[in-house]
């Protein structure tokens, strides 16, 4: 018949043009800060390539039917009556995953699984009159659907950023309730980020997962910050959710500083403040002071530890506070190299920055999508700088408006999310984006997005060079739009002969900008030794960053850097059987945690830079 195609069409149109893609419109700050009560832990779990649990023999989905029942999201037991009914599936009886954990790393049989799993969990949890809840999942990779009691909250696309739903009168008054999530990772060529990358496509429910309560009215979002070149004045805004928001008072207090501001919302329970603020220590990564800011409105209160700096380039200086910056960077994939597997909890992201910081950083580029909220909150603590991206990584389909609302999705989510971190002062926009005119659209598109949302952050990508004999040219169009002369750089490894050869490469950069160095390095395999030419030594890699470091030290506007990678780390394409098997081996640190030679080269480097600048 005429309509359910039509509707069929309709519905496909909605999901592409991204209306279907974003959870909700703003993230809950704070969410994990409110009474929360944690579903991570053991989930039950089938795994359904065929995703029987999803369509029917006629490949009609259940959850689109007239009943909207037959999935397994249903998570039905036989009754006990006399003819039970058939029934092919039984999480109770099925074996259990860790959450938040990646499965690839969890069952060997999982590890190259691409598909779809299901997941189960039973909670306790008996609503209170009057209050509102949330359920919170800090990242499912890649497409969510997500099920509260049998019934649908929705469908996310988009593996690292956070999804919210509102379940306030869909819990179940007797206290028992389950939810049910049906997790695919497969590839697809329009997704963000696309089939090709060089990382492990990790599946499942990868961050915590918990239930947030909140008053009626509440305070949902807010942004406290230092005005945009003032630096002697705080502000912000807060915006309240529910009924009665309008005309409220919102009171902004950080005791410690003695600063206090009283203000009213609009009739969209809005508040803006502004407030002088010259006595407070600025946030640095020598001195990464935190403030408790707490926020109240009516019944709720928000507490939050937040530090305040402010951030800009001037010519090809970076200024931190107003003062010249050398920003000694490394790359990190949200990858526990140990496990191998995502970064599963607190434990794990600090070793990670703690490496770091032995290195000798002040500064780690978060690659190449959104990390843990948790991972942001440790750099606040801990004192390093952030560049902070999404995975508009190579051949994205530019052209596919629901693949750019995609990404400008996942951009949205990411600065709801590290708004309020000292740490954040780069948003990326992507890397090794191949030059063209939709290429250029998407991307300045983004830009603008990122400068609409954050005026007060850089933005920038990691580009691509081009070389003429030993010249190496950068001079990609969209320079034009960033704050940052940002580049990957690979002379030594992929191209440019030996370590010691590429000294002779001169750059000619056409923006006067502060120059990034966003990624160079090579492969060593730790405990394999040779001579500087020994391809995946660790004596290649360790002459590959002497040379590197006296090439990149001749271009006069070098304000950083962030040499791949800290660890080595899973990735499908790396296939030799004695040197890669299944890792990229960049790390300076390898997969069982030993240090690599190239690591005391960068050590001592830094310790150079931060006697020169700090
Ligand atoms: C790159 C990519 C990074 C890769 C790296 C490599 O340019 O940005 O994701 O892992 O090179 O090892 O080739």
Known sequence: SFWPKTLAVLALFLTLGGAGVRAQS???????????????????YIIDPYENGFYDYRREAFDQSKTGKGGYYDNQKPSNSQEPELIEYDFDHSPALQVPGDWNSQDPKLLYYEGTIWFKKNFKLTPTAGKRYFIYFGAINYEAHIYLNGKKLGMHRGGFTPIQYEVTGKL????????????????????????????????????????????????????VQLAKNEPGTLAGYVQLNGGGRAGQTVTLSIAEAGLKQTVKTDTAGRATFRLPAKKLSL?????????????????????DKIGFRTIQTKGQDILLNGKSTFMRGISIHDENPLIPGRARGEGDLRMLLTWAKELGCNYVRLAHYPHNEAMLRLADEMGLLVWAEVPVYWTIAWENPATYQNAEAQLSDLISMGKNRASIVVWSVGNETPLGDPRLKFMTSLIKKARSLDDTRLVAAA????????????????????????????????????????????????????????????????????DANTR???????????????????????????????????????????????????????????????????????????????
Not at 26 to 44: C, T
């Open 283 to 303: 946030w640095s990564p020598r001195s990464p002071k935190l403030y408790a800011v707490s926020l109240t409105s009516g019944p709720d209160v928000v507490q």
């Open 463 to 530: 580009l691509e060079l081009h070389r003429e004999g030993s010249t190496v040219h950068v001079d990609d169009p969209l320079g034009e739009y960033l704050d940052l002369t940002s580049f990957n750089e690979y002379a030594g490894w992929y191209w440019g002969g030996m370590p010691s050869e590429i000294t002779k490469y001169k750059f000619e950069i056409k923006y006067n900008k502060p120059v990034m160095i966003s990624e160079f390095g090579g492969d060593a395999l730790a405990g394999y030794h040779g």
């Open 26 to 44: 703003g993230l809950i700050q704070q969410a994990p800060a409110r009474r929360v009560l944690s579903l991570n832990g053991s989930w039950n």
């Open 536 to 614: 995946w030594s660790e004596e290649y890699q360790e002459a590959l960053y002497v040379n590197q470091l006296k090439m990149l030290g001749a271009i006069p506007g070098l304000r950083g850097m962030t040499p791949w990678i800290l660890t080595d780390f899973r990735a499908t394409r790396r296939q030799h059987p004695v040197y890669q098997n299944g890792f990229n081996r960049k790390g300076l640190i390898s997969s069982t945690g030993v240090k690599k030679k190239a690591f005391y080269v960068l050590q001592e480097y830094y310790r150079q830079q931060a006697a020169k600048y700090d």
């Open 172 to 223: 179940d008054p007797s206290g028992d309730n389950f939810v049910v999530v049906k997790a695919d990772n497969t590839r697809h060529a329009d997704a963000v980020p696309t089939i090709n990358t060089d990382w492990w496509n990790y599946g499942g429910i990868t961050r915590d997962v918990f239930i947030a309560e909140a008053p009626g009215t509440f305070i949902k979002d807010y942004e």
